[in-house]
């Protein structure tokens, strides 16, 4: 104590901030702290449609989108949205049995979708399939939640807004992704 008056705290992790030149240098700060047990957020300029949870939701809606086709209801259950490692997901699809609910619950979803729009039918998947909990045991599980709860706004609005149907919210949503890419490139 100076005798001032001052209170004296301990250092905590928000009185830090690292400024950084670029988002792939802001990444490499972002693992090493993450792995040292520190609590990290990122203040970026990065569209959400430039995030893996973009990428992950459009792997994932043209699966719903063709559930017949089965290459991409394996690549859909491959995104971090369903917890499952390369091997759970090899004895998965080796055995019958087993995958095909999971394929029964895409044509499901995208009957859903169909019929009642895409945020019911996503608000289904994310119980039935325990999203949210597997996310949440996740790394950057906070970021990771935000951006797909951005993204189901910003898919929502855009077929409320525009009246769009299956194709046409799968064409947008890869035109976004495309637009954001040339922004930043």
């Known amino acids: 104590d100076t005798g001032q008056g001052v209170n004296e705290r301990s250092l905590a992790p928000h009185d830090i901030a690292i400024l950084v030149r670029s988002n792939r240098q802001a990444e490499e700060y972002r693992q090493a702290i993450n792995e040292a047990g520190i609590p990290v957020v990122v203040a970026s300029r990065q569209s959400v449609f430039q995030t893996r949870e973009c990428q992950e939701m459009l792997l994932l809606l ?40 999971y394929l029964r619950r895409f044509f499901q979803y995208n009957q859903l979708w169909q019929e009642q729009g895409f945020l019911p039918m996503m608000s289904r998947l994310l119980i039935e399939e325990d999203v949210l909990p597997t996310l949440a045991a996740g790394k950057m599980a906070e970021r990771c939640i935000s951006n797909i709860h951005h993204l189901l706004e910003l898919i929502q609005e855009e077929e409320n807004n525009e009246g769009l149907g299956i194709g046409q919210i799968l064409q947008w949503l890869g035109e976004m992704m495309q637009e954001g890419r040339s922004a930043t490139d």
């Open 62 to 101: 043209q699966a719903i989108a063709s559930p017949g086709e089965t290459s991409r209801v394996k690549t859909a259950m491959t995104i971090n949205w369903f917890g499952k490692s390369g091997n759970s997901l090899h004895e998965l699809w080796q055995d019958e049995e087993q995958f095909s609910p």
